[in-house]
């Protein structure tokens, strides 16, 4: 679990690449300047982590590109102590930088071997998210709605119902749908009934599976 000063220096390179990229949110840059990638992948990939690209993590999986990561996690307007829902644990990786920018993370991983991995891995990084859950990502957390906002880390084909009903007024919900190519796309609820609609280009993601095991 070493973090060397090198890591550091790929990680002010990263930020500095984002920034040129267009991420413009200093909470963001700071959560990404701070974790350490690197332990969230396989060590063969350790030398590649501040890359900005995807990895594989097991169960068919992947840590998002750090664009990405911050792209979504910009969307979301994380101010501190915010409830946020995560969909897709993954691993752990864009929960650190939300718990990072002062989030109260809520977490939701439908592959046992991620789940149990990156349950693990958050404490040892003294990374505390509120709550861990293993289960369906499509169902949400009822028993711990409504959320300020929401993130979902796999490619939906529509947005799931059950999401929108946990999502606060005003509360934002980031979630990336298609099935090949998928746009990423930000709901904002502005009351009871409606939501506000934005959409932001082309992303690719694994699918966000359901009720599979």
């Known amino acids: 679990m070493r973090d060397l000063a090198k890591h550091q220096g790929l990680r002010n390179q990263l930020v500095s690449l984002l920034e040129k990229k267009g991420i413009t949110d200093k909470n ?36 998002s590109q750090p664009y990405t990561v911050a792209f979504q996690s910009e969307l979301l307007q994380v101010k501190k102590d915010d409830k946020v829902l995560e969909i897709g644990t993954g691993s752990g990786y864009q929960t650190a930088v939300l718990c990072t920018m002062g ?53 939906a084909p529509f947005i799931p119902q059950p ?24 709901l904002i609820r502005k009351n009871e009934t409606q939501f506000e609609k934005h959409e932001f280009g082309d992303f690719r993601f694994v699918p966000l599976l359901e009720d599979k095991n």
């Open 163 to 186: 999401l929108m009903a946990q999502l606060k007024i005003g509360g934002r919900l980031v979630i990336p749908v298609g099935d090949d190519v998928q746009i990423m796309t930000l």
């Open 28 to 63: 963001v840059l700071d959560a990404i300047r701070k974790i350490p990638r690197h332990l969230f992948l396989n060590s063969s990939f350790e030398d590649f982590a501040y890359q900005d690209k995807p990895f594989p993590i097991g169960a068919g999986q992947t840590i």
């Open 103 to 155: 989030a109260k993370v809520y977490s939701i991983e439908r592959q046992n071997e991620l789940f149990k991995t990156t349950s693990l891995l958050l404490p040892k990084l003294h990374i505390r998210p509120k709550h861990l859950a293993f289960g369906d990502g499509y169902k949400g957390l009822p028993n711990y709605a409504p959320f300020d906002s929401i993130i979902v880390t796999a490619g």
